[in-house]
């Protein structure tokens, strides 16, 4: 059992890592090639200056991808040691909560460090050669003269007078800035819905599959504890005289089942599943609850109709109305038709009647009593004094089997920081990277507005007012965006044993917005300072 949850748990991360990497990298390359194409744009004048001096084009090419270059590679080579050995040594540590482990082995894949690298360097060296191409297209008078601002132009807003009228100029002037600058407008909406996608992803992850427990021995098996009999009974024979008295005393209810591992066979192939059939249907309510994924509640199936779990009729192509077939170890066959498709997260099941095992196969023997105890019930003393039981041969509590499974889930906290601390990562670099890019851009702008007397706090709201609407936008495409991510990873999560309720709760929503906006309101504070240091003189230079 513990190598089949171990299998189980892993199969999360994964998941996880088929996909996570990929999302990630795309984003910091898109971060890459923006901060190589400014660079370029910035030393402009220099590039100017060289290229009167008579240095060749190739020359002075080969100083920026040298630059970009060794920034690619050596940020490769550092990304490489901290992915084969910090993530890891977290992700072992956590399960080592759970499971006892010997030493972590590291293993190298030499592949996907060469693609990784492939990529970085064409990201970088290839946006740096374009830009130093591009500039060097010019000669070298205009180089070394600063490049000149972007034109504003009207913006639809304009034409829609009910709005724009009722905006003051500030806010008229952001609205402006913000079409304006269409590259750092999808630069930044892109990179910002990348950090709260992940974010979603992230909670959504945990949310479904942490809560699996509760809902399988809370929601569907109502009952307490499980009881295993040694021979069991026939249909219509008297209780057991022992268990029935224990019952009796601890003012337990329990009803007898059949449950048996039997072969689903169908055209993509055949799995092991759990059936059980119970011996009064009209009672299995109080111990079992049959309902669709919307909460419906499903009938008991009758003679010659089945009740098949979710996860394993998604998987078989099973729908309402087909006729299954399953076949015991003896092979003997069943063919029954399908009337529900039942919620259940923990191992696969098919719900049969009594008389169908019978009719088509043979007597019906009920080895399994579930035990439902009143609330105020020690469960672990009763199981004790059931376990004494004449005739009994093993207890199972569920609470036990709660408190297993949801140790293991509770792993995946440890993932989620991961998550967090990467998208916080890959936002902080984003904001950072275009904030910068924004101020440099517009120095003679700020500088202007400065000797016009606005404040420190005007002036910063200012410039940062119009981050906070990208970061506001990049926040709404984010959900949308992961939303869609979380369902793609949870498809790649495939567990045997487990099926996940595939959920994203609004706290989660939430949680991404709140820690987004924050990572912006920080890079903000920190970029306060550099607008204070904006010379006031530099309003005085101007373009001929």
Not at 349 to 361: H, R, T
């Amino acid at each position: 059992m513990g190598y089949v949850c171990l299998k189980n748990d892993s199969g999360v991360v994964k998941g996880i890592a088929n996909v996570f990497p990929v999302f990630f990298f795309l984003v910091a390359a898109l971060i890459c090639m923006t901060t190589m194409n400014r660079m370029v744009e910035e030393q402009r004048t220099q590039i100017g200056v060289l290229k009167a001096l008579g240095f060749s084009e190739g020359k002075i090419m080969g100083k920026y991808l040298f630059y970009s270059g060794s920034a690619a590679i050596s940020g490769t080579l550092i990304g490489y040691v901290l992915g084969i050995h910090f993530f890891p040594l977290v992700i072992i540590t956590a399960y080592g909560i759970v499971y006892k482990m010997g030493g972590i082995y590291y293993v190298s894949d030499l592949p996907l460090v060469l693609v990784s690298l492939t990529v970085a360097v064409l990201c970088s060296v290839g946006t740096t050669w374009l830009s130093c191409h591009k500039e060097l297209k010019e000669v070298a008078a205009d180089l070394m003269r600063p490049k000149a601002p972007k034109a504003g132009k009207r913006v639809f807003l304009e034409h829609v007078p009910f709005i724009w009228k009722r905006l003051k100029f500030l806010q008229k002037v952001s609205v402006r800035n913000i079409v304006r600058y269409k590259k750092r407008f999808f630069m930044m909406v892109i990179g910002i819905s990348g950090c709260t996608a992940l974010l979603v992803m992230g909670f959504g992850v945990r949310d479904s599959v942490v809560a699996v427990a509760d809902q399988q021995y809370e929601e569907i098996q109502l009952y307490n504890i499980g009881v295993t009999l040694k021979d069991g009974k026939m249909p219509g024979e008297a209780d057991l005289k022992s268990l029935d008295s224990v019952l009796e005393k601890e003012n337990a209810a329990g009803m007898y089942a059949m449950e048996k591992t039997i072969d689903l066979v169908t055209d993509k192939g055949t799995k092991s599943i759990h059936m059980v059939a119970v011996e009064n249907p009209d009672e299995v309510g109080d111990f079992i609850s049959l309902h669709t994924k919307k909460q419906e509640p499903i009938a008991y199936p009758k003679e010659g109709e089945a009740v098949l779990s979710k996860k394993v009729a998604e998987t078989y192509a099973v729908k309402k109305g087909d006729t299954i077939l399953l076949r015991d170890s003896d092979n003997n066959e069943m063919h029954l038709k399908v009337t529900g498709i039942c919620e259940n997260h923990i191992y696969n099941y098919v719900y049969i009647a009594p008389e169908s095992y019978e009719k088509q196969i043979g007597d019906v023997v009920f080895k399994n009593v579930y035990v439902r105890l009143p609330d105020a019930s020690d469960i672990h003393e009763v199981s004790a004094v059931l376990m004494k039981a004449d005739g009994v041969t093993a207890v199972t509590v569920n609470s036990d089997m709660l408190s297993r499974i949801s140790q293991m889930m509770s792993c995946m906290n440890y993932i989620v920081i991961i998550i967090i601390i990467c998208a916080g990562a890959l936002a902080f670099i984003v904001l950072y990277n275009l904030n910068n890019i924004n101020i440099t851009e517009r120095v003679r702008e700020i500088a202007t507005i400065k000797v016009l007397g606005f404040y420190p706090k005007e002036t910063a709201s200012y410039v940062f007012r119009e981050n906070m609407v990208l970061t506001a936008i990049g926040c709404g495409l984010g959900l949308i965006l992961g939303k869609w991510f979380h369902r793609f990873v949870m498809v790649e999560i495939q567990i045997d044993m487990v099926s996940f309720n595939v959920q994203i709760n609004a706290v989660s929503y939430l949680f991404s917005v709140l820690l987004t906006m924050g990572f912006a309101w920080i890079v903000n504070c920190m970029m306060t300072g550099k607008l204070e240091r904006i010379n006031m003189a530099e309003s005085l230079k101007s373009i001929d």
